[in-house]
């Protein structure tokens, strides 16, 4: 079975720290991906990554970055965090098949981050 | 832009009955689409995919049905059990996106 890990499940912090969320699969995918969930405006898709040290934006990458130094590892950083970053923070992955085939997103269990 | 919605947000069921989750997609180059099952605070869960050369595909208790003509998908749950109280997503893309367009999600209740 695909694991994907998540650092925390919940996190507390406040205006202005550095943030960072880890996140790790343990099925050797290429593909790594971090979304947020918020009510009412569903899965919306921060960055993602399709090899090491590669990155590309989402659609709502403002406010955030990302690292993936190794392949199993994709982290999501918040500089400097703000009150409307408080959300759900779901990390996801998947194999990266040949020929462009889009193939399924895996997800970890979630942080739910509460910017003060 | 492509979109995916579903056309009811809330469905309540019998416990036992068969439920049957309804979604919308607008983009016709849609070739994959995936249904997610997502537990109170936890991670959505992959439950069943299709690709666009099959109009059905079954699992176990689930099916899912693809209508590329109206661009409507579905997901039928037989025997629905109180463990299938969930918020239930669709998504969908297309050859090469490797990004998915997730639906807002329908959640299902289960009446005892």
């Known amino acids: 079975d695909v694991k994907v890990t998540q650092s925390s499940r919940y996190l507390v912090k406040r205006t202005g720290e550095k943030v960072f969320l880890e996140c790790v699969q343990d099925m050797d995918h290429e593909n790594m991906f971090w979304y947020r969930q918020d009510p009412g405006l569903g899965l919306r898709l921060i960055y993602f990554s399709y090899d090491v040290k590669m990155k590309e934006k989402g659609d709502i990458p403002e406010g955030y970055s990302v690292s993936r130094e190794k392949k199993e590892r994709f982290s999501l950083i918040l500089e400097s965090a703000s009150t409307n970053q408080t959300s759900m923070y779901l990390c996801?992955?998947?194999?990266?098949?040949?020929?462009?085939?889009?193939?399924?997103?895996?997800f970890g269990p979630g942080t739910r981050l509460t910017v003060l | 832009g492509e979109s995916v919605g579903l056309h009811l947000p809330t469905l309540s069921v019998q416990e036992g009955d068969n439920s049957i989750i309804n979604c919308a997609y607008s983009n016709s180059a849609s070739d994959y689409f995936i249904w997610y099952k997502q537990e109170s605070g936890k991670g959505p869960q992959f439950i069943i995919d299709i690709r666009s050369n099959m109009d059905k595909r079954q699992g176990q208790r689930v099916t899912v049905l693809l209508n590329k003509t109206v661009k409507h998908l579905s997901l039928q749950i037989a025997a629905t059990q109180p463990g299938d109280s969930a918020v239930y997503f669709c998504?969908?893309?297309?050859?090469?996106?490797?990004?998915?367009?997730f639906g807002q999600g329908t959640r299902l209740t289960i009446n005892p």
């Open positions: 998504a969908e893309t297309y050859q090469g996106a490797q990004k998915l367009v």
């Open positions: 996801a992955s998947s194999l990266g098949l040949a020929g462009g085939r889009t193939d399924t997103q895996y």
